[in-house]
T-cell receptor, first 113, second 108 residues
Framework: KAGVTQTPRYLIKTRGQQVTLSCSPISGHRSVSWYQQTPGQGLQFLFEYFSETQRNKGNFPGRFSGRQFSNSRSEMNVSTLELGDSALYLC????????????FGPGTRLTVT | GQQVMQIPQYQHVQEGEDFTTYCNSSTTLSNIQWYKQRPGGHPVFLIQLVKSGEVKKQKRLTFQFGEAKKNSSLHITATQTTDVGTYFCAGYHEKLTFGTGTRLTIIP
């Protein structure tokens, strides 16, 4: 099976712009979670989607949003970018909701200037 | 909300020495998972522990889940350069929460 794919792999944006990141889970996986990783903060949970519904949400401002499509692919959007949004954004897929092992994609490295 | 802390944050060891990272949760967990992230890579699942007091081994790695299901540890015996990376625990209680991670560097 192909692994989790994320596009784009690298992105440079300026403050105030918005960005959309994409994640394609492993075939058959229906749950997708998003994480933000920065050197000082580790892995911070953004949100989890299952069957096109947001099931859990982390402690991030409303500028961060996401959605999941019927084919389980997911996108996350960050509006009004700030310098502090520079990070590696990782998505992970699991077969369903619950304590499954997370299969991570390679991530999207976002740099905000 | 649920918090999962790991110590130490960084660990530098001579090749061949042992290494241990500890994970503590503010809540009782259903299970705990461990991941390894190599430099420049993404987290990769290592193992999951479910039972109170459970101990599992993978070659030189030993994973332990505390009796109260609120703490866990990962011990590596005789570290090798291939062990370099950041080790994360992730505790599950209604949702998965990752620990702060321990970055292991090896001095050859």
């Amino acid at each position: 099976k192909a692994g989790v794919t994320q596009t784009p792999r690298y992105l440079i944006k300026t403050r105030g712009q918005q960005v959309t990141l994409s994640c394609s889970p492993i075939s058959g996986h229906r749950s997708v979670s998003w994480y933000q990783q920065t050197p000082g903060q580790g892995l911070q949970f953004l949100f989890e989607y299952f069957s096109e519904t947001q099931r859990n949400k982390g402690n991030f401002p409303g500028r961060f949003s996401g959605r999941q499509f019927s084919n389980s692919r997911s996108e996350m959007n960050v509006s009004t970018l700030e310098l502090g949004d520079s990070a590696l954004y990782l998505c992970a897929s699991t077969p369903g909701q619950g304590p499954y092992e997370q299969y991570f994609g390679p991530g999207t490295r976002l740099t905000v200037t | 909300g649920q918090q999962v802390m790991q110590i130490p944050q960084y660990q530098h060891v001579q090749e061949g020495e042992d290494f241990t990272t500890y994970c503590n949760s503010s809540t009782t967990l259903s299970n705990i998972q461990w991941y390894k992230q190599r430099p420049g890579g993404h987290p990769v699942f290592l193992i999951q522990l479910v039972k109170s007091g459970e101990v599992k081994k993978q070659k030189r790695l030993t994973f332990q889940f505390g009796e109260a299901k609120k703490n866990s540890s990962l011990h590596i015996t005789a570290t090798q350069t291939t062990d370099v990376g950041t080790y994360f625990c992730a505790g599950y209680h209604e949702k998965l929460t990752f620990g702060t991670g321990t970055r292991l560097t090896i001095i050859p």
